[in-house]
């Protein structure tokens, strides 16, 4: 019955223009505007009984699969918000750790930085002590060596001195006395 009613109407909509679109003479056909008035309605009427039930149907289909799909989006979304709130509270302890992490590591510079510095001063003051003990040594070797040197100039004016003074022979027998009492002592 539903193949016939189809049938029908595909016939109807193939003749059913040319009669709709007629015209008497040129003038305007009012009754030709009714009978497409009619055929509108009849064809909406026909796609309701012909098509309605499919469309229905694909619509249906459609609006379920619309409403699973939106269903799967809000527990994803749900999922999603779970997700982004794990994610806060772990950055918030990242953000946690890094201060303490940075709080470490400013303490620990400072300390080093302390030990560095009292390290330097040791080794400064160790440098301070070993250059005034060279410059020390250096001065009482430079005193020595001024005293020898004024020794030996002194004894070289001295033996100048002696030898002008003291003739010949007398240095002779100064000198068999000084032999002698060098065996003596």
């Not at 918000?81 to 302890?93: A, P, Q, T």
């Not at 001295?158 to 003739?167: D, P, S």
């Not at 006395?177 to 002592?185: D, T, V």
């Amino acid at each position: 019955m539903f193949n016939i009613l189809k049938s029908f109407s595909v016939f109807i909509f193939l003749i059913a223009p040319v009669y709709a679109f007629a015209s008497v003479e040129g003038e305007h056909d009012w009754a030709g505007l009714y009978w497409r008035i009619a055929m509108f309605v009849l064809f909406v009427i026909l796609i309701v009984l012909a098509i309605g039930k499919k469309i229905s149907a694909m619509t249906g289909s459609r609006r379920d699969e619309i409403i699973s799909v939106l269903h799967s989006a809000e527990t994803e979304l749900d999922e999603a918000n779970i997700r982004l709130e794990e994610h806060r509270v772990k950055m918030s302890k990242l953000d946690s750790e890094l201060s303490e992490l940075s709080k470490y590591a400013k303490d620990t510079t400072k300390v080093e930085i302390d030990a560095l510095l009292i390290a330097a001063g040791k080794q400064i003051e160790f440098m301070r002590e070993k250059s005034k003990a060279t410059m020390d040594n250096e001065v009482l070797k430079a005193i020595a060596d001024i005293r020898k040197g004024i020794a030996f100039e002194s004894i070289d004016k001295a033996e100048l001195l002696i030898k002008k003074e003291i003739k010949a022979d007398k240095g002779r027998k100064i000198d068999m006395n000084y032999i002698k009492n060098i065996g003596n002592q």
